[in-house]
């Protein structure tokens, strides 16, 4: 069962266009959503979490939105650059279990110069 | 303040021998977290950790695995006997004893059975 679902799985863009990052949940008893980026052989870093209480959370170029009644959050990325190329992935933190990240698969984003 | 430290961030094992990843956390934090990526497949929760405490380890396969996180130390995670199929890269976290449970990840261990 699919509970964190990515949309589009790969994404090419030019600099400079915006990016829109979709992540669907189908349980919308989440206790937050948070937003990571993974580059090839690396670990994760995380961009923004947004509590089950905010509707989103803004950092630099990044704007993260939650609407928990449809079970989505969407990721923008403003005036996209070549080193913004990367996997990103979302993860929710159900409410029964705190500690337990569910992520998506991931959508991977090329940014060509 | 370093990030989240796991050594060895490469490791090579032969079938049936024993695999043990250690993980550092974040100055302060005192949650630890361990997931498993496997090749082409996206990241998977393994189990949760606070001090000397197994909170969550409904992830972890229920043999040959095992973590800790002792008192004092890195927490391990420690696989016996291993196979190809254990072959993934391994990724620790931890967060704050805050309420807001944001996870910081370690650059990962990459573990090759051979």
């Known amino acids: 069962k699919q509970e964190v679902t990515q949309i589009p799985a790969a994404l090419s863009v030019p600099e400079g266009e915006n990016l829109v990052l979709n992540c669907s949940f189908t349980?919308?008893?989440?206790?937050?959503l948070q937003w990571f980026r993974q580059d090839p052989g690396k670990g994760l870093t995380s961009l923004l979490l947004i509590q089950s209480s905010q509707r989103e959370q803004t950092s630099g170029r990044l704007n993260a939105s939650l609407d928990k009644s449809s079970g989505r959050s969407t990721l923008y990325i403003a005036a996209s650059q070549p080193g913004d190329s990367a996997t990103y992935l979302c993860a929710r933190v159900p409410t029964d279990s705190w500690g337990k990240l569910q992520f998506g698969a991931g959508t991977q984003v090329v940014v060509t110069p | 303040n370093a990030g989240v430290m796991q050594n060895p961030r490469h490791l090579v094992r032969r079938r049936g021998q024993e695999a043990r990843l250690r993980c550092s956390p974040m100055?302060?934090?005192?949650?630890v977290y361990w997931y498993r990526q496997l090749p082409e497949e996206g990241l998977k929760f393994m189990v949760y950790?606070?001090?000397?405490?197994?909170?969550?380890e409904s992830g972890m396969p229920k043999e040959r695995f095992s973590a800790e996180f002792p008192k004092e130390g890195p927490s391990i995670l420690r696989i016996q006997q291993v196979v190809r199929g254990d072959s993934a890269a391994y990724f620790c976290a931890s967060s704050p004893p805050a309420h807001t449970y944001e996870q910081y990840f370690g650059p990962g261990t990459r573990l090759t059975v051979t």
């Open positions: 349980d919308s008893a989440i206790y937050n």
């Open positions: 950790l606070q001090k000397e405490n197994i909170i969550d």
């Open positions: 100055k302060g934090h005192s949650h």
